[in-house]
């Protein structure tokens, strides 16, 4: 089959930085000229803003691909980098964390603060028995100790597994159990929409014996955090209290280094198998990185800048850009531990105006439903302290891209829409918002030392204006080690397809406009045929969002008897649109509306409107379940889903 995918919509909005962004910008126009020059010798000058106990004189080792290692023969401590040598800077007193707890309880931590809470925890993993190369179970609510306790597994050398504090104790026992974990961190509870959501019973059920598999047997202790104040069973000799042990311990921990090529952390990410993918990262190469995209892609200047990116240290999102980008650049930083409409739909808003954000970094999801609910919500508040906006997570559309700058950056703000992925470890692609003319809803170009390529089935460049699939071409200091334990599975997943060519193949589809410039078409897996046409969903979910009446869409290719496949809409209309207007016939509208908007070849077959969308709790949409309901089958597995019963409730809709 083809792998060209054709494109239908055509942007013309641009957007240059104004001259007052650009003069003072992080990242300038010479990085890519820097990089272009000698990519091995750039990204050894990136590496060296880090603090080094053994500097490094090897860059990168690509003799046995796909297995890459980054300065290797240096060694450095991560904790250290995020922390000491920022007091040893002079800048203990500056706040490190602004948390603010669901209920309104708020937390200012400084970087000596934090840096004494992670030496103290330090002690006690080692006291513990917890040593270089030990995994390290983290399932916690967003509260300053999440933070603490990712620094302080780093610090020791060992590797930390974090699972989002909303998946199931079944869910929490295969991570554990496939990581080989001998600790358990964890809290009493945290609070989600407005009550407090248990944990630590989650950890007492997935260490007992579920369904036959026996009782987990790497677990020696749980460490648990209190937060919530709700009962908890206790285990003794098990379990022990965060706030017993970490007071009573000494604040005097020196930071050992470690091989730059030490595993720093595995984060568990969906398989297509059913069995969760291990993603292994190492520390130089991935810190690297990671500092260095936060620095030049959010353009932090941390003297003055109060970041804030609302992701959970339960995805990659929360690891490298709440916890180690940040962090390394010695940023302040704002961390909310609940949900964006709890206890109100203004909650984003009013935090942004509390603490005075500049930068703020969040995903096209939540976009689209803050455009649901209406900009009237919003202009409540002062958002002028906004300089510059973020996305990520998935492609956003071209009109909720101009809602975000109209609306939350009062038309003046820079978006960066940034591609990257669990495998990647930082930003691949992104604008530069000191140098990038930008384009509502592309990605654009690659960062400076990244090389990508948009290529056919048979790994051959598309050349501008043409769709395919998205490769990169070169190794990257922050890529994936391998899959823990699973090396075949690493080279058979992400290297097999253009293994001649030692491409590695993200899984997404994109096309390069006339510039050149990236726009992500979402992942192949979801791309229709209709009639002969290949047909990204991305682009139909961007018209249909462009109507004036819709908030956010999902569509699926539904088998199809005439043309192969059809393509099935589901839309979630702007309560604002519906208190003034009927919504009768507005389904044969919004048909009508695509096919002038990109073609009658991309018509809707059927519009269904509803009020949710099945959405995984990173904020995914699962096409999988909709394309289910639209070819009239069964609904499969819903367990991932933030609210289970979404399906119920699309389904009785369709019907």
Known sequence: MSSQIDHLLTETRRFPP?????????????????????????????????HWHTPFTQVLDWSNPPFATWFADGSLNVAYNCLDRHLEAGNGDRVALLWEGEPGDSRHVTYSELTDE?????????????GEGDRVAIYMPMIPEAIAAMLAVARIGAIHSVVFGGFS???????????????????????????????????????????????????????????GENEVEWTEGRDIWWHDAVSQASNEHVAQAFPAESPLFILYTSGTTGKPKGILHTSGGYLTQAAFTNKVVHDIHPETDVFWCTADIGWITGHTYVTYGPLANGATQVIYEGTPDTPHPGRWWEI??????????????????????????????????LRLLGSVGEPINPEAW???????????????????????????????PGVTETKPGSAQVPIPGVEIEVVDEDGSHVGNGNGGLLVVTQPWPSMLRGIWGDPDRFVETYWEKFRSQGYYFAGDGARLDEDGDVWLLGRVDDVMNVSGHRLSTTEIESALVANEAVAEAAVVGAADETTGQAVAAFVIIKQSYLAAHSPDGLAQSLRAWVGDQIGPIARPRDVYIVEELPK?????????????????????????????????????QVR
């Open 616 to 652: 995984t709790r990173s904020g995914k949409i699962m096409r999988r379940l909709l394309r289910d309901v639209a070819e009239g089958r069964e609904v499969g597995d819903t367990t991932t889903l933030a609210d289970t019963a979404v399906m119920s409730v699309i389904s009785a």
């Open 169 to 227: 104790a079944d869910s929490l026992r295969s991570r554990i159990d496939d990581a080989g974990a001998k600790l358990v961190i964890t809290a009493d509870g945290g609070y989600r929409k407005g009550k407090v959501s248990a944990l630590k019973p989650a950890v007492d059920l997935a260490l007992a014996d579920r369904n036959g598999s026996g009782v987990q047997e790497t677990v020696e202790h749980v460490l648990v955090v209190r937060r």
């Open 118 to 130: 992670v030496k103290r925890l330090a002690n006690v993993l080692e006291g513990l028995g917890i």
């Open 18 to 50: 104004s001259a007052d962004f650009a003069s003072a910008a992080m990242g300038t126009r010479a990085l890519y000229e820097s990089a272009a020059n000698d990519r091995e010798a750039f990204w050894a000058d990136q590496a060296r803003d880090l």
């Open 402 to 432: 101009m809602w975000y700058r109209k609306v939350i950056g009062g038309k003046a703000a820079p978006i960066v829409d940034t591609w990257w992925q669990t495998e990647t470890g930082a930003m691949m692609i992104s604008a530069l």
């Open 352 to 385: 942004i105006q509390k603490y005075g954000v500049t930068i703020l970094y969040t995903a096209p999801t939540a976009i689209r439903s803050f455009m649901k609910l209406g900009r009237a919500i919003p202009e409540q508040y002062d958002l002028s302290s």
